[in-house]
């Protein structure tokens, strides 16, 4: 390609009917190493139960066909087939009619998604709804923990399902309670407890979210997999529940029991079938201006780090544990509960995480930190 840098976007037809669009925001070092003239599109989740069907790209502005395809068969064994039924949930705590009329009242829910093995482990999620509920969000946890803990923030709701389908599984749940009651929505928040946090409160962090002009948008983004949102905390804009986009994606959801097969078909599936729609996606926190301050943040203390040497050789790294400080220094609200546990090992310096986290950390909530990573 001429230019491998240029964001290239065409229409998708499928059997002679739009369906979406393909950009080219994806590496593909077989036809050009030097940037990103591939795309990636969930096909069979777009297209649904078809037995046969031919695929056109077409340029969105001449109308001319850039590829057609033979007649593809057997599509509908790509489509994820839900194992589990997401109405598999009960009532754990509040009335849903009173959830809807508060969700109605307000135009905005958040659905947390939380699973703790003990009082400790709940903490992250109570700072997180009360964060919720004081910025005026109508707020619904979605609880998979063996032995619920039966406390939200004042005026939020709880359901309990089994755990099953990791966040995405939990979130499917909440949107099928919800149902029709999505699509009047201004505002749709989905979220999860793997943070400690909202350090600060999360009022500037949604003044920086709407300050972003798409109609996905997230905190973060990641490239393991390609460019997405890292789904640990997205907002959802009214285009996007209007038109059922959300609703079908999650109808599609096949609830896989391994971490793996989760992030697949939920984190990465989602920003791609929503680009796909024609729903662009943006972050507060952006991937390249971090890796680039890694950098520069490497060159400035006068040694590499382990993020730094990735990205000098071209891997790509987890913003969210590699930049954490970075991070901070920027607002972000949030730090990542497990680098304390299993992804300690992508931070260069878990000592200094830990001291500047009991730094932020009011002294009469110690000794929940304490009871969650040990002391200072």
Known sequence: MARPDEEIKLTIEVNGRRVGRAVTRHSRPDVDGTGFPGFSVPLARVVGLQTEIVVRLLDPHSAEVVFESPTLRGLEDLV???????????????????????????????????????????????????????????????????????TVASEAWMITRPNVGWDFGSWASGVDLLGDALDGLDRLVLCNDSCFGPFGGLASTFDRMRSLDANFVGLTDGRFGGPHVQSYFMEFRNAVLRDGSLRRFFDTYSFPDDKAAAVREGELALTRFLDCLGHDHQVVHRYDDLSRRIIERDAKLGKPSGAGDMLRHGQPVNTTYAAWDLLLDDGFPFVKRNIFTSMGHLVDDVGAVRRRLFAMVSERDHSELIAEIGSV
């Not at 998604?113 to 619904?140: E, N, Y």
Request: aromatic share 4%; charged share 20%; no cysteine.
């Open 80 to 150: 994820g087939k839900p194992t589990v039924d997401s109405t598999n949930w009960r009532a754990a705590l509040g009335d849903r009619s009173e959830l809807e009329d508060h969700v109605q009242a307000t135009r905005s829910l958040a659905i947390v998604a939380t699973h703790s093995s003990g009082r400790a482990g709940a903490w992250p999620m109570l700072l997180l709804t009360r964060a919720l509920v004081d910025v005026g969000f109508a707020t619904l946890v979605v609880d998979t923990s063996s032995e619920s803990v039966p």
